[in-house]
DNA sequence: GTCGGAACTG
DNA sequence: CAGTTCCGAC
């Protein structure tokens, strides 16, 4: 474990990340992007557009001047960038859009979602797709990215617009920190800053655009995050709540947001590091947190839930991965999919940035104030090929001090943790309590089977887990690594394991349910995404092949202590792609307006949300009625997770046999073998290995 | 424009 | 490790 402060606390360090911290890490650059792509000031020169998690470049020098300013690199520029935006690709971050212009998209797998579950999903929401990662409104409470403008989310399509006719005003955002001055090391300011403290700022300018009504629901990035505003009630809402699922019409309205529709991020916190994040944000908006009590604070009455306490995960960027992957694949699983979240009325949608309205609007006024602005930083000869110009970035000073953890009050004492409460839940806890959940199945098998529901409900009930949703839904994800036994059955949540935990292959998933209403049986699953169903939905992906998903190889390890069975034959399937796929449409129950396809997609099992009818009647939905609130503790647990196991290692054998063989040729492959050999411009081919220096001469 | 290898950096 | 820098290939 690496400790980031030493202090024992247990945040992933990027959650602080106090960039002017020595040792810490730097921002990242997807950190940055989706910064970037929050902020409305900025969606000149980035914005969502198309499909969920889709973003495009409008400006790619200014974001690659941005960039370079974040991280002192002043001769930065688009190449270099969209190199270390290429290296997601096999980190399965990122993928190309391919055939748009500066488009990529996000994995939101690999993004926090985790906290979907506490999403209110009950109204009816947008039908657009959006680029934009769905944020769980409800969620807001939870965790929303600071600034946003809810009106935004408005308008659904999504062309966009051509590259590069937007203009950011830099200084203006300079001074408030999005950039930072190299000059002295420790100040970067991170957006959270502004979160916090300079909430007040941006909002005023954004009002702009937002008219003002938005934030209203906003209130305030991050304050917003622990805003009471939700009751646990709005939770079992968001589960369909006891009683309707559809919607309280009632206490939602219609459409309801409750929740403000700021462009989300795909995040339900924000990752950045900040120094407000440390202290404020950081804490409830790290993933690894995300689950925690914090989020929930509000709802949930038991202090000793309270993450803050728990917290002893220290993540490590490894960790950190997987805790993305499995809380995207959470949403997968909760049927939050970001497209998923379309329909649902209160998941506010992320920016789309579609203009009509809004975007129209700022551009304009904006655009106008931004691009002289713009002028005066840049120069005349800012984007052409090198410039060094070291922005001028004078005042970010902003640095804030924020101890890096220090904060961070209990380091670590976390009963929570422990042994999770297993037995014990609060009763207040949260609605949702955590399912075990069978690994992935494989589409047949999930249509063949309904058992799954039974076992769900044993799962769920065993207790262990309901105790922990609440708490740290992550944290509990996290923890049980591999072993089922583990969560289900002793449900101790070793907090070191976080790293491997998650996405050993046998990986049991984690569901969350709201124990209020069972019924609805929306249940979600918090799972590790590590392999996910390999369904292959995506259109886009072609090729992570298994080279890559190397990265994932680790999975592989770490189960197998425990649960037998689960080494995946298959070594190489990346499951992964399925994130950038558009997930399989929602479940038919669930949205009415969404053309109710069948879709097997084993991702949308369950949505969370409306209750309405069981989607598939196989296995997603019926939860566990009985066991729901009454927690039953079960034992079945381990042979459950034989089962599931069993089964899930089948599945993927099967898809990956079938999808894997397809594709292993394709490009990575191809690029493999050809990567053996090294071809210059001679065109002579040069075995790798061999020596062929590129004479880098330059200095640095 | 995009891709990705390679060397290099902090 | 996460880029940064270069660069050839497509």
Redesign the pocket.
């Given at each position: 474990m690496k400790t980031p402060g030493d202090t024992g606390f247990a945040f992933p360090e990027w959650a602080y990340k106090p960039e002017s911290s020595p040792g810490s890490?730097?921002?990242?650059?997807?950190h940055?992007i989706l910064e970037l792509l929050r902020k409305e000031e900025y969606h000149d020169v980035i914005a969502w557009q198309g499909d969920y998690g889709e973003f495009v470049i409008k400006d790619?020098d200014e974001v690659a001047r941005l960039?370079?300013a974040r991280?002192c690199?002043?001769?930065?520029?688009?190449?270099?960038?969209?190199?270390?935006?290429?290296?997601?690709?096999?980190?399965r971050i990122l993928?190309?859009t391919?055939g748009?212009?500066?488009?990529y998209k996000f994995n939101f797998n690999k993004l926090v979602l985790v906290n979907y579950p506490f999403i209110d999903m009950g109204s009816a929401g947008s039908s657009v797709p959006q680029s934009a990662p769905p944020v769980p409104t409800g969620a807001g409470t939870h965790f929303r990215f600071p600034p946003s403008t809810p009106s935004e989310v408005l308008s659904p399509n999504e062309d966009l617009r051509s590259?590069g006719g937007m203009f950011s005003s830099v200084a203006r955002r300079m001074a408030r920190g999005s950039v930072s001055d190299c000059s002295d090391g420790t100040s970067v300011n991170s957006e959270i800053e502004e979160g916090n403290a300079g909430a007040g700022e941006e909002r005023g300018e954004r009002g702009v655009s937002g008219g003002g009504g938005g934030p209203g629901g906003g209130g305030g990035g991050y304050r917003s995050i622990i805003h009471p505003r939700l009751s646990h009630e709005t939770l079992f809402r968001m589960y369909g709540g006891p009683g309707n699922p559809a919607g309280h019409p009632g206490s939602r309205g219609p459409a309801a947001h409750r929740i403000h529709t700021e462009p989300l991020s795909p995040f339900p916190v924000s990752p950045l590091p900040g120094p407000g994040g440390a202290g404020l944000l950081a804490p409830p908006l790290s993933p690894a947190l995300s689950m925690t009590p914090t989020s929930h604070l509000p709802y949930t009455p038991s202090p000793t839930l309270s993450p803050m306490l728990g917290s002893h995960f220290s993540f490590?960027?490894?960790d950190?991965?997987r805790y993305l992957q499995a809380h995207t694949q959470s949403v997968y699983n909760y049927g939050l999919s970001p497209r998923a979240f379309l329909p649902y009325p209160n998941i506010v949608i992320p920016q789309p940035h579609r203009p009509t309205a809004d975007k129209v609007g700022l551009s304009a006024e904006r655009g106008a104030g931004e691009r002289a602005e713009r002028a005066a930083t840049a120069g005349g000869g800012e984007r052409g090929g090198?410039r060094h110009h070291h922005p001028p970035l004078a005042h970010s000073a902003h640095h804030h001090s924020h101890p890096p953890h220090s904060a961070h009050p209990h380091p670590h004492s976390h009963p929570m943790l422990h042994p999770l409460h297993l037995g014990e839940e609060p009763p207040h806890m949260s609605p949702f309590k955590f399912k075990l959940q069978p690994p992935p199945l494989g589409r047949k098998q999930r249509e063949g089977q309904s058992q799954t529901k039974a076992r769900q409900s044993s799962l769920s009930s065993g207790s262990g887990s309901g105790s922990m949703s609440s708490t740290s839904g992550l944290g509990s994800s996290l923890s049980f690594g591999s072993d089922l036994s583990s969560a289900s059955g002793s449900g101790l949540i070793s907090a070191s394991s976080s790293t491997q935990s998650l996405n050993s292959a046998g990986l049991p998933k984690i569901k969350v349910e709201s124990i209020s209403d069972i019924e609805s049986e929306e249940e979600v699953e918090v799972t590790d995404i590590s392999d996910e169903d390999p369904d292959e939905r995506d259109e886009e992906f072609e090729?992570f092949s298994p080279c890559h998903s190397r990265a994932a190889d680790h999975h592989h390890h770490l189960a197998n202590g425990t649960a037998g069975p689960h080494h995946q034959p298959h070594p190489d399937e990346d499951l992964d792609e399925d994130v950038f796929k558009a997930p399989a449409p929602p479940p038919p129950g669930l949205m009415p307006f969404f053309t109710s396809q069948h879709t097997h997609s084993s991702t949308y099992r369950g949505l969370p949300t409306l209750k309405s009818e069981p989607t598939e009647p196989g296995e997603s939905n019926t939860t566990a009625p009985q066991a729901s609130s009454a927690g039953v503790l079960q034992t079945k647990c381990i042979p459950l997770k034989l089962r599931f196991k069993r089964r899930w290692s089948e599945d993927q054998r099967m898809e990956a046999s079938q999808e894997e063989s397809e594709k292993k040729m394709s490009?990575?492959e191809r690029?493999?073998v050809m990567?053996r050999w090294?071809?210059?411009?001679?065109?002579q081919a040069v075995e790798?290995?061999t020596?062929?220096?590129?004479q880098?001469t330059?200095a640095?």
């Open positions: 890490r730097q921002i990242q650059l997807w940055f790619p960039w370079g991280k690199k002043p001769q930065m520029n688009y190449d270099k960038l969209s190199r270390a935006l290429r290296y997601y690709y096999n980190k993928h190309k391919k748009k212009r500066f488009t590259p490590s960027s490894e950190m991965k090198e090729l490009g990575k690029a493999k990567g090294r071809w210059r411009r001679t065109g790798k290995g020596a062929l220096p590129r880098r330059r640095l």
